[in-house]
């Protein structure tokens, strides 16, 4: 099948790499041309595990392409995906002007047919501005081409997006007619292999299953967070919690991991879409408002605990002449990204605090140079910067963090304190070796 992709971001890139490996032929549009010029060299923009290896492959083979050029990549093309950034605006709101600005572009370029389908995380409703913002150019060119407009939103994690894609536990297509249904099931059989799960719905529940998913993820690790605090309170142990409620097969083991709150680009995102979408007809989501309150709460979490282990709480620099060592940057492993990392919350408040900081992350030093600057200090050697600080703090859970040379720590640490906002070591284990060991909602 001939398909384009407008937004060579995480979605779009994987989402390109992926139907060409199966092989459909692929053009990935960008209005960011030094993205895309650094793609037709081989230059992938992003760290996604896989991801280099299937652009490389498929765009040898001749299946999959770069471009700036709209009408052109339009022009070739049945199936028009849009999969570029629906950012919060002020109010919290999605801004779709970069999906609407798509949508004009393909009416702008259209010369027949096509299937418009929407991967961006949209609010209800959005397909009907596209299919509107698509009329108007066409009818700007006195032209009729026939089209339809489908929501397909996309459930991959970075870090596993590859995976996720490839292997889906499910595709979710919205859309009002059986002719577009059956063209996008066509496209989606290949990925199928794990199980048969692709599930046709209208429009409007497509759209809001996006945020209903997301919201929920979001939902479970906040509760699991506030659990995790009163473990810590009342002497109770959380891993054990999380296994004891996870056999429940109503309940499942996922997402219940506590941590320094959800990050990314996604989850802060779309839970104050959804609340806003529910102002929008007069619904209070207090359940989702309580979410995001917690998971703000959160952030604030390791940086009390070094607070109070290292500082005074009552002076206003508690942490000056501290040095905290800072294990992991991203949002989560697997990826640079660093959009709402908790970290950066985290580092800010030790900062604030007075705080010397020293990070290390297998992958996102670039993209916190661009948030911390020369405010901290960065290394790629995870025990260098342990030299002398007073704690290290594990904010991501990266592999290379899971089993390390504990006698290294403590020889490299002027006092034997880590506190883990990833639960990654066993409490007696380390209080065995020697450690004042502060993890989230575990005794020892
Ligand atoms: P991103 O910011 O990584 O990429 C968006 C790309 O779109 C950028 O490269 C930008 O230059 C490009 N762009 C903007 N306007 C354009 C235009 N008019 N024409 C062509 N390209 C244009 O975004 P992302 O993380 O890939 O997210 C895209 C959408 O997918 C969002 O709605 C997001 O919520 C959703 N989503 C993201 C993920 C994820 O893991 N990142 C997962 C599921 C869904
Ligand atoms: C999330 C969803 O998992 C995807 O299904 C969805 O497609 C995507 O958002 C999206 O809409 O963009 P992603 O943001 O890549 O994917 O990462 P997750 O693995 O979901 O992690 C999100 C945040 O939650 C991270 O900060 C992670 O550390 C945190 N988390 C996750 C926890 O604190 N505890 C957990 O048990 C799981």
């Known amino acids: 099948m001939k398909i384009c992709i407008f937004g060579a971001g995480y979605v779009g890139?994987?989402?390109?790499?992926?139907?060409?490996?199966?092989?459909?032929?692929?053009?990935?549009?960008?209005?960011?041309?030094?993205?895309?010029?650094?793609?037709?060299?081989?230059?992938?923009?992003?760290?996604?595990?896989?991801?280099?290896?299937?652009?490389?492959?498929?765009?040898?083979?001749?299946?999959l392409s770069f471009t700036t050029e709209m009408t052109e990549a339009v022009q070739a093309s049945l199936v028009c995906f849009i999969a570029v950034g629906t950012p919060p605006g002020e109010d919290g709101s999605a801004d779709l002007k970069y999906v609407l600005g798509v949508a004009r572009n393909i009416g702008q370029a259209m010369n027949g047919y096509k299937i418009i389908v929407d991967k961006s995380t949209v609010p209800v409703g959005t397909a009907d501005k596209v299919r509107e913002a698509v009329k108007a150019e066409l009818a700007s060119r006195n032209v009729?081409?026939?089209?339809?407009?489908?929501?397909?939103?996309?459930?991959?994690?970075?870090?596993?997006?590859?995976?996720?894609?490839?292997?889906?536990d499910r595709v979710v297509i919205g859309?009002?007619?059986?002719?577009?249904?059956?063209?996008?099931?066509?496209?989606?059989?290949?990925?199928?292999?794990?199980?048969?799960?692709?599930?046709?719905?209208?429009?409007?529940?497509?759209?809001?299953?996006?945020?209903?998913?997301?919201?929920?993820?979001?939902?479970?690790?906040s509760f699991m967070n506030q659990i995790a605090n009163l473990c810590d309170c009342m002497g109770a142990d959380v891993s054990a919690v999380r296994e004891g409620i996870g056999s429940d097969s109503r309940i499942g083991y996922d997402f219940l991991f506590p941590g320094p709150g959800y990050g990314g680009s996604?989850?802060?995102?779309?839970?104050?879409?959804?609340?806003?979408?529910?102002?929008?007809?007069?619904?209070?989501f207090l359940l989702l408002k309580a979410v995001e309150d917690v998971n703000e709460r959160q952030k604030e979490v390791l940086a009390d605990k070094l607070i109070t282990a290292l500082g005074s709480p009552d002076e206003e620099q508690p942490l000056t002449g501290r040095t905290v060592a800072c294990w992991g940057l991203s949002f989560k492993p697997r990826t640079d990204d660093m959009r709402e990392a908790p970290a950066i919350t985290?580092?800010?408040?030790?900062?604030?605090?007075?705080?010397?900081v020293r990070a290390h992350d297998p992958e996102a030093l670039k993209e916190a140079k661009k948030h911390f600057g020369d405010r901290i200090e960065y290394s790629t050697n995870q025990y260098a910067i342990l030299e002398n600080a007073d704690a290290l703090t594990i904010i991501t859970d990266w592999s290379e963090y899971r089993n390390p040379d504990f006698d290294r720590i403590k020889s490299a640490l002027k006092s034997p304190l880590v506190i883990d906002g990833?639960?990654?070591?066993?409490?007696?284990?380390?209080?065995?070796?020697?450690?004042?060991?502060?993890?989230?909602?575990?005794?020892?």
């Not at 009729?144 to 889906?168: H, Q, R, T, W, Y």
């Not at 996604?266 to 209070?284: G, Q, W």
């Not at 380390?430 to 450690?435: E, K, P, R, T, Y």
């Open 13 to 63: 890139l994987v989402a390109a790499a992926c139907f060409a490996e199966s092989g459909n032929s692929v053009i990935a549009v960008d209005v960011d041309k030094s993205r895309i010029d650094g793609l037709k060299e081989g230059i992938i923009p992003i760290y996604e595990p896989g991801l280099k290896e299937m652009i490389l492959r498929n765009q040898a083979e001749g299946r």
């Open 144 to 168: 009729a081409f026939e089209f339809d407009v489908v929501s397909n939103p996309e459930f991959l994690k970075e870090g596993a997006a590859i995976d996720d894609f490839m292997k889906p």
């Open 175 to 221: 859309t009002d007619n059986v002719r577009t249904a059956e063209i996008m099931k066509e496209l989606y059989d290949p990925y199928m292999r794990k199980q048969n799960r692709l599930i046709v719905m209208d429009i409007r529940s497509a759209e809001m299953t996006k945020y209903a998913a997301n919201a929920m993820l979001a939902t479970r690790i």
């Open 266 to 284: 996604c989850f802060p995102k779309d839970v104050k879409a959804l609340i806003k979408t529910a102002e929008e007809c007069s619904y209070d």
């Open 346 to 356: 985290i580092i800010e408040r030790l900062l604030a605090a007075g705080a010397t």
């Open 422 to 444: 990833r639960n990654l070591y066993k409490p007696d284990r380390m209080a065995a070796a020697g450690f004042r060991y502060l993890p989230l909602g575990r005794c020892g």
